[in-house]
């Protein structure tokens, strides 16, 4: 079987015994905070939004896995059109989105079937992606992206296979380069583990970096076990991440801490990660420029079970870790870190 950290945005962090000191909270500035808006039991999106407006959202993230938008070769028709729904929504609410297309998601190569067939930098599967960015593109002329992230905890994946960082890194070069076209002024990342960042393959991880305008960074504050670990361990977090990126700015595009005893975390411990994570982003608040944090509400089961085939692993930690990353219960009651959450935005402006 395989272990949990060849799975998911699990990175295994040393966490720091000492207390913070005691520091005014910055204004926010320039820093753009995003909520992974999951939904409640009951409840309808427009008011979880604003509910997450209140509580400091000022910028979204979406992302789709490559072969959740090329249903067929070269035709693009998604179960549902997620990107003219953002499209039509978010403008008028002046609300940036950063877009996430994945041609690889952590443990998964993300293609549809038909494109797996080639290596990433075969011709025809460069030009492939660049006709779907193409096409994702033409989706959201009204909307603000900020920056595009090519693939999600793409580290996973390509180091089970030495072969597959240097075509990935002419792949990344290539869509890169085609998205600013497509977009003038588009930030460009590919998102990246704390894990991987720390690990054997950093130096081919900088590598995939120069290609990108942002350090695209993921971090959940867990060992290889799911066991989550003291919630200052944000603070290496946040530092080691910086070191990485040199002088490009940090996009946390998936930053989370769980609540389950089954991982043994807790409310509370939960609570006091938020608000380790508004401390150290404050002591990095020119290098880190935007922070999204995962998620708003805990998901139901069967969002857990698809998740646990999706990545193919399936422990107790595990599920509970899932099922436990929102800031608020699964029927919408705020947990403690939801109340955090709202404290240290208050306190900075957002």
């Not at 998964?108 to 990433?120: I, L, N, V, Y």
């Amino acid at each position: 079987m395989k272990t949990l950290a060849t799975v998911a945005s699990l990175a295994l962090v040393i966490s720091a015994a000492a207390e913070p000191p005691a520091v005014a909270p910055k204004p926010k500035g320039d820093r753009a905070l995003a909520l992974s808006v999951t939904m409640p039991r009951e409840g309808d999106y427009a008011k979880e939004f604003e509910e997450a407006q209140k509580a400091g959202l000022r910028h979204n993230v979406l992302s789709f896995d490559w072969a959740d938008l090329e249903t067929a070769e070269g035709e693009y028709k998604p179960a549902t059109n997620f990107l003219v729904i953002a499209n039509a929504w978010y403008p008028p609410r002046k609300v940036p989105v950063h877009l996430m297309v994945r041609p690889i998601h952590t443990n998964q190569d993300a293609r549809p079937a038909f494109r797996k067939g080639k290596a990433f930098d075969d011709p025809e599967v460069i030009a492939a992606f660049k006709r779907l960015l193409d096409w994702v593109f033409a989706q959201v002329p009204d909307l603000e992206v900020p920056s595009f992230s090519i693939g999600s905890e793409s580290d996973l994946w390509l180091e089970q296979d030495d072969a597959r960082w240097k075509a990935f890194g002419t792949f990344l070069k290539e869509a890169a380069a085609h998205a600013r076209k497509l977009r003038p002024g588009l930030k460009v990342a590919s998102e990246f583990r704390l894990a991987g960042i720390r690990g054997s393959h950093s130096a081919r991880l900088k590598g995939l970096l120069s290609s990108c305008d942002v350090a695209g960074v993921s971090d959940y504050p867990i060992d290889d076990q799911t066991i989550a670990l003291d919630p200052a361990a944000v603070r290496a977090t946040f530092k080691d991440a910086v070191a990485f990126a040199g002088k490009k700015p940090v996009y946390f595009y998936q930053l989370g801490y769980p609540s389950g005893a089954g991982c043994k975390s807790s409310e509370e411990k939960q609570a006091t990660f938020i608000r380790e994570v508004f401390a150290a982003w404050d002591q990095h608040e020119k290098a880190v420029a935007f922070v999204n944090t995962t998620w708003t509400t805990d998901i139901p089961a069967a969002a857990v079970e698809g998740y646990t085939k999706y990545y193919q692993f399936d422990t107790p930690a595990f599920r509970d870790f899932l099922g436990s990353l929102g800031l608020r219960h699964e029927d919408g009651k705020p947990k403690p870190a939801w109340e955090a959450l709202r404290d240290e935005t208050k306190k900075r402006g957002w």
